[in-house]
């Protein structure tokens, strides 16, 4: 099946270049670069050499490496899962790192906002709604602050989901561009996180996780990262039959309410649906 990811930066194809090099002082360094591709597995394998060529230039040059990953500075390297070419609004499904779903959307704004926690929390949209006190059950103020928010901040339609960790926000009359001004206002208003507005950029897309943190069903971290060698493929698949027997009885996140007109794109109703039904949103299960 071909994958036609026109406008979103979501690369199909990954390799990974890696070489042993000694520094002046005399040090070895394991050093290993990946490479991303929408097109075509060569060009994925001629970036990740370039990436490489130029840490290695670093460690001869006695330059120190950085090896922090910042999240949201560059594509994420998940498994296309899925495209969605019986709808007009863009859309793929990949599998994250710890092996859940994401719905990744070019024009369908999501926002996901979590809850302080600890009671010193962080600052941001929460911080200064909650104060330094705990709250029992932060659900209700927060969705009240998030409706009046949303009133003010724009006049679209949306719809409010709680999740396990906070709350879930979806653009349902209209589309949204990832990089626009008006998007990046709308998700700061609510508190999203820097970090995930960065990825949106990047990546030109908004995300959701459709299925449960694998913790939170009891489940351990999947084996390898992706793309995976052949025995760490077969154990991975033996882990994923067991990861979605454990997703059967979870929810990823619940629906609580509608903000505005009600209005539904006639673009995103069939992705609103897909959304709702594999999150499991008007099911009685525990969140995870």
């Excluded at 003010?152 to 989901?161: H, P, V």
């Amino acid at each position: 099946m071909m994958l036609h990811t026109v406008g979103m930066n979501i690369p199909r194809y990954w390799a990974r270049a890696k070489k042993e090099v000694p520094s002046p002082e005399g040090l070895h360094f394991d050093l290993a670069a990946w490479g991303w591709s929408s097109e075509n597995r060569e060009e994925a394998e001629r970036k990740a050499d370039e990436r490489l060529s130029s840490l290695i230039a670093r460690v001869q040059q006695g330059f120190e490496l950085d090896r922090r990953y910042a999240y949201g500075s560059r594509p994420l390297r998940e498994e296309i899962i899925d495209e969605f070419p019986g709808t007009d609004l863009q859309a793929i499904l990949t599998r994250n790192s710890y092996g859940s779903l994401v719905l990744n959307t070019a024009q369908m704004m999501f926002i996901d906002v979590d809850f302080p926690k600890t009671e010193n929390g962080s600052g941001g949209f929460f911080r200064k709604l909650f104060g330094k006190e705990k709250t029992p059950n932060p659900e209700t103020p927060a969705v009240a602050r998030i409706r009046e928010t949303l009133k003010k901040a724009s006049d679209s339609s949306f719809r409010i989901y709680r999740t396990a960790a906070g709350l879930r926000i979806l653009a349902t009359d209209r589309l949204y561009d990832p990089a626009s001004p008006e998007a990046d206002e709308i998700m700061r208003s609510i508190g999203a996180d820097p970090a995930f507005l960065q990825l949106c950029r990047i990546q030109k897309s908004f995300r959701a996780r459709l299925t449960p943190k694998p913790w939170r069903c009891d489940m351990e971290l999947p084996p390898g990262t992706f793309p995976r060698e052949r025995d760490q493929q077969q154990r991975f698949s033996r882990w994923l039959t067991r990861y979605e027997q454990a997703c059967g009885s979870k929810a990823t996140c619940r629906f609580l309410e509608d903000v505005g007109r009600d209005g539904v794109h006639e673009q995103i109703r069939p992705l609103l649906e897909y959304h709702d039904r594999k999150t499991r949103a008007s099911e009685p299960f525990p969140l995870a």
